[in-house]
Nanobody
Framework: VQLVESGGGLVQPGGSLRLSCAAS????????MGWFRQAPGNEREFIAVVSWGGAATYYADSVKGRFTISRDNAKKTVYLQMNSLKPEDTAVYYCAADRVGGSSWPPTKEVDMDYWGQGTQVTVSS
């Protein structure tokens, strides 16, 4: 099983980034996919999740209206479009997978997720 994030980097406040997470080694379409982040000195926090078919999404209040999660099951990839970025969005961003039926919707806790990526750094600074 592999989840490989990409697309992180340095961006100015107000800018945008799109993160990608490529999955392999499991039946991607049978998993709810999510994004979490961890800033230095903080615990890892929930950002967003998308249902197995992509029809349903759920966001943390801190990113609602600015971030959009989506998935492409044919490409086995989940995305996180991040707009209007703020310095407080600076963190390592992780994608994660939760087997459908494994947790109640929406799965927002670390313990809900079965697989994790290694993370990609996002830094928002002028």
């Amino acid at each position: 099983v592999q989840l490989v994030e990409s697309g992180g980097g340095l961006v100015q406040p107000g800018g945008s980034l799109r993160l990608s997470c490529a999955a392999s080694g499991f039946t991607f379409s049978s998993y709810v996919m999510g994004w979490f982040r961890q800033a230095p000195g903080n615990e890892r926090e929930f950002i967003a999740v998308v249902s197995w078919g992509g029809a349903a999404t759920y966001y943390a209040d801190s990113v609602k209206g600015r971030f959009t999660i989506s998935r492409d099951n044919a490409k086995k990839t989940v995305y996180l479009q991040m707009n209007s970025l703020k310095p407080e969005d600076t963190a390592v961003y992780y994608c994660a997978a939760d087997r459908v039926g494994g947790s109640s919707w929406p799965p927002t806790k670390e313990v809900d997720m079965d697989y994790w990526g290694q993370g990609t750094q996002v830094t928002v600074s002028s």
